[in-house]
């Protein structure tokens, strides 16, 4: 490994978080809010990146697969310590809550140890929503826009930090793609901010929901998140985005320059969209009641589905109340997640998709043991190498989740508590059941439930295998 380097560039990373730091300073002076958090941890990212930036310069810029892996696994870690300074900073949270609230922000969880926003100042309510934002695409994803201007390459970060099983590039150049994708994400935020003005949204919260759907991250401005508006518009422009959100933003550039055809053939999308009308039409069917009108219904339904789908994790009722049907559909929905290559977590469509082709091949072959049926995806066999890779992070999920939940259960929560909170830290959801329910939160845990509920979210957001390897004896190995 080239440690010196990688320091290096973590360095870099630093200083680019000032510039994200500045917003919420600019907001502060226009709120009259304090400066001091925002100014505090300006400084932090300002010292601590010269520091590494200039203790570490080396002409040997080679970087390579575990480099890869440390400079994306350190970028997390890093930001989510200069994320909590100003939450520090302005008294508003503890240590555990702040680190907690920024690991959640970044990793786009949702999950919030803040028992009531209307207290917490305007500025630092948009830097929490900046935070999802910023994490949404990833912080390396815009790392690898500018590394050219530095004379380096991101091939390696591009691979570490990308979601899904396989890293889809979408133009020839590696910082071309990255620009494009950007160019879509802001795109997109910037349609639904106009969408959510023209509802009657005020312009501040239109911003930060518009930040945070985006990321499928699901802080709001609100306690009781979009139920809270009271708005059906508000409601339906926020499912359509979330949908937008959680789709791989490859076909979003397809759809862009022309290819509709290959968006429409492609079967992670059809799978996508056939789990969130299957799962709507039957928690409409489940939650239905006679004093209730069908549209309403429906409604609720779908926004709910989508929003724990796509891993988002708005709310606008206390699915908490739903029949026990429901419930257990809303904890497999906590599980499944968006797209590969979209802003949502969980295990992704693609993964889901191909492990349920792997299953049935392999029921094929025990009934006809001298058959040959590979499992195909896009008309190309699916390497084996790639579906074990698949059967590999689907174990790791599950005994991270496990390990989540028995430190959880320790601290005296029931079963259905400790499994929800971890399974929605690892799959960067939000909201979870019992205790960390719908309109719950998570200031009631002790300190180390928390950080390891802010490790289980950096396991989740960064695929578990880069943070995994970083924990095996031989990554450190020279």
């Known amino acids: 490994m080239n440690r010196r380097f990688d320091a290096y560039l973590l360095g870099w990373l630093m200083l680019l978080t000032t510039g994200f730091l500045c917003a919420p300073l600019a907001a502060a002076v226009a709120f009259g809010d304090p400066k001091i958090p925002f100014l505090g941890a300006i400084g932090v990212a300002v010292v601590g990146g010269l520091i590494l930036t200039r203790l570490n310069l080396t002409t040997d810029r080679s970087i390579q697969p575990r480099d890869g892996f440390l400079v994306v696994g ?122 959510l003005r023209l509802a009657g949204v005020s312009g501040f919260e239109a911003l930060c929901h518009a930040f945070t759907t985006l990321a499928t991250g699901g802080f709001s401005t609100r306690n009781t998140s979009i139920g809270e508006f009271g708005s059906p518009t508000v409601e339906w422009i926020i499912i359509i985005f979330m949908l937008m959100a959680g789709t791989n933003f490859v076909l979003h550039y397809r759809m862009l320059v ?71 559909a809303v904890l497999v929905l906590l599980v499944l997640g968006g797209m590969s290559g979209s802003t949502g977590g969980g295990i992704k469509s693609l993964r ?15 009934i006809h043991p001298h058959a040959i049926r590979p499992v195909k995806y896009g008309g190309e066999v699916v390497p084996e190498v790639v579906l074990s890779g698949i059967w590999g992070f689907l174990t790791a999920y599950g005994l991270i989740a496990l390990g989540g939940a028995a430190v959880v259960a ?69």
């Open 74 to 195: 350190g970028a997390w870690v890093v930001v989510s310590l200069i994320g909590a300074v100003p939450y520090l900073l302005a008294g508003a949270l503890g240590p555990a809550d702040a680190l907690f609230e920024s690991v959640s922000g970044f990793t786009t969880t949702g999950s919030t140890t803040i028992a009531d926003t209307s207290v917490i100042a305007p500025s630092l309510l948009l830097w929490r929503a900046m935070t999802q934002w910023i994490g949404g695409m990833g912080i390396i994803l815009f790392t690898i826009a500018i590394l050219p201007l530095l004379g380096i390459g991101g091939m390696q970060l591009f691979k570490a930090e990308v979601p899904g099983p396989v890293a889809d590039k979408v133009q020839p150049r590696l910082a071309n793609t990255a620009r494009s994708l950007w160019g879509i994400y802001v795109g997109l935020t910037a349609a639904e901010w106009l969408a």
């Open 410 to 478: 320790a601290y005296g929560y029931d079963i259905v508590t400790a499994l929800s909170a971890s399974l929605t830290a690892i799959g960067n959801v939000g909201p979870g059941l019992g205790h960390v329910g719908a309109y719950d939160n998570f200031a009631h845990c002790p300190s180390l439930v928390k950080i390891v509920l802010s490790a289980c979210m950096l396991f989740g957001r960064l695929e578990i295998f880069t943070l995994l390897a970083m924990c095996s004896r031989e990554f450190w190995r020279r």
């Open 258 to 328: 022309g290819r509709v055809r290959e968006v429409a053939r492609d079967a992670e999308l059809r799978y996508f969209l056939s789990v969130a009308v299957v799962a709507t039409i039957l928690l409409a069917i489940v939650i239905h009641t006679p004093s209730a009108r069908p549209a309403d219904t429906i409604r609720t339904a779908a926004f709910q589905t989508v929003s724990l789908l796509t891993t988002t994790g708005y709310v606008t009722t206390d699915f908490e109340l739903w029949p026990h049907l429901a419930i257990l």
């Open 352 to 366: 889901a998709l191909l492990a349920l082709r792997s299953l049935r091949a392999t029921l094929h072959r025990l």
